[in-house]
């Protein structure tokens, strides 16, 4: 084996997709994989050092330090290591998450000198953030734990100290597959927090950050972190210098492979058809949710309004848009009435940006197959209720009753989003 990312598990990495688009921009490919090791398999997976290099995750960070023979000065000091060169039997350990995470902070235009900052965990990666925020000369730094041990507070601790900070850096998992849809603090005890920093990168936008966009809060993702230290990496690996400069590029790369197209809008507006467009002229692939609730119920919708309510069904299409909003790269028809629920939208946007697909009430016909869309009373009735959620939702909105295909190539060309960055 040449060049890996090891750790368990590695199911959710992006690690592979960014060092072949660094390499490829820089023109010199080289062998990259994810190799999953068990703990079990850990201790001889490093005696036998048959690698050249690799990146180290979750849960090696710290364990892989006294397999190496010297270390730098970064590791030395944070205790955490995520990145080996074997050298003609050597080995070498750094730690580059500690450039990518500086190097975001300083990206994202988020002042740390003289500020009160907490830090979600006390893991091998919350040991890099201390760093980091020391060397930018933070006023001070807090940690926080479940157990409130070894100085840290704990989570109940917040509701009365949370006032105290400004920065906030997410080391935790929390956030992260399959635990996307919690968050470890309620802003609510955050009143004057300035800028939030989460490390992880999957989803694209995490409950934590999303909360902190919709709060107007500075925010930064774990994407520039990871494309950071990918650079770092690739330096390191092949002896060869790289300008930070191609960052904003590489993550525009990623986001064309991993970010969805979401369509929202009334009944009848056409957004299924513009979705099977989008797909037929792209390699999106295309989902529509109503589909998918049939498929999940084994029945037709109208079918199953004989004996459900709509209060029913809303909880159904909020079970089958959790799962849906977990793809990428799809261009997704969602039911117009999905806007009715908070979650749903939270969901779908971890992933996906947002398009309002805006028709006038004039050209919406009744759908006889759901009770509350079989009149074009009940239509002008839900376009009062909604159309204020959607323009609300919406990151992009298409107006008027054009051709398919032009509509379909304006979504195209405003896609990616500009919003990770």
Not at 16 to 25: G, H, P, T, V
Not at 72 to 81: D, T
Not at 125 to 152: C, D, F, M, N, P
Not at 265 to 275: E, F, I, R, V
Request: positive net charge; aromatic residues 10%; glycine residues 6%.
């Amino acid at each position: 084996m040449d060049y890996a990312l090891i750790g368990y598990p590695l199911k959710q990495s992006f690690a592979r997709e960014n060092q072949n688009l660094i390499a490829s921009y820089l023109h010199h490919p080289y062998p990259f994989r994810l190799f999953e090791v068990k703990e079990e398999d850990f201790d001889s997976f490093m005696k036998k050092k048959e690698f050249k290099g690799i990146n180290v995750t979750i849960p090696y960070k710290e364990k892989i330090i006294p397999y190496l023979d010297w270390i730098s000065p970064a590791v030395k000091e944070i205790q955490a290591c995520n990145l080996v060169i074997n050298d003609n039997g050597k080995l070498k350990g750094y730690n580059v998450d500690y450039h990518g995470l500086k190097s975001s902070i300083l990206f994202h235009g988020i002042n740390i000198k003289g500020k009160d900052c907490l830090i979600l965990g006390t893991g091998g990666t919350s040991k890099t953030a201390e760093y980091v925020l020391k060397s930018l000369q933070a006023r001070s730094i807090v940690k926080v734990s479940h157990s409130g041990k070894s100085g840290s507070l704990s989570y109940p601790d917040l509701k009365k100290e949370g006032k105290r900070f400004q920065v906030i850096i997410n080391t935790t998992p929390i956030g992260m597959y399959p635990h996307n849809e919690q968050s470890l603090i309620n802003f609510f005890y955050f009143p004057n927090v300035e800028a939030v920093v989460d490390v992880i990168y999957n989803p694209l936008r995490t409950i934590l950050i999303s909360e902190a966009k919709q709060r107007g809060i500075k925010y930064a993702t774990g994407l520039y972190m990871l494309v950071s230290q990918g650079i770092k990496t690739y330096e390191l690996f092949t002896g060869e210098q790289v300008s930070e400069n191609i960052v904003p590029s590489i993550i525009r790369d990623l986001e064309i492979q991993k970010e969805n197209i979401i369509l929202i809008g009334m009944p009848q507006a056409g957004k299924t058809s513009l979705a099977k467009r989008i797909a037929s002229i792209s390699d999106f692939k295309f989902i529509d949710t109503d589909e998918e609730i049939e498929k999940f119920l084994n029945m037709k919708i109208k079918d199953y309004f004989l004996d459900h309510s709509i209060a029913e069904f809303r909880a159904v299409e909020e079970q089958v848009i959790s799962k849906i909003s977990l793809n990428t790269h799809h261009v997704i028809s969602v039911g117009s009435g999905a806007v009715l629920r908070d979650r749903n939208i939270s969901r779908l946007k971890q992933n996906g940006v947002i398009f309002f697909v805006d028709r006038p009430l004039s050209v919406l016909k009744p759908n006889l197959d759901k009770p509350n869309t079989d009149s074009m009373k009940k239509i002008e009735q839900l376009y009062q209720e909604r159309y204020h959620l959607y323009l609300s939702y919406a990151d992009f909105h298409i107006t008027g009753n054009q051709n398919e295909l032009d509509d379909a190539n304006r979504i195209l060309k405003s896609y990616p989003s500009s919003i990770i960055l």
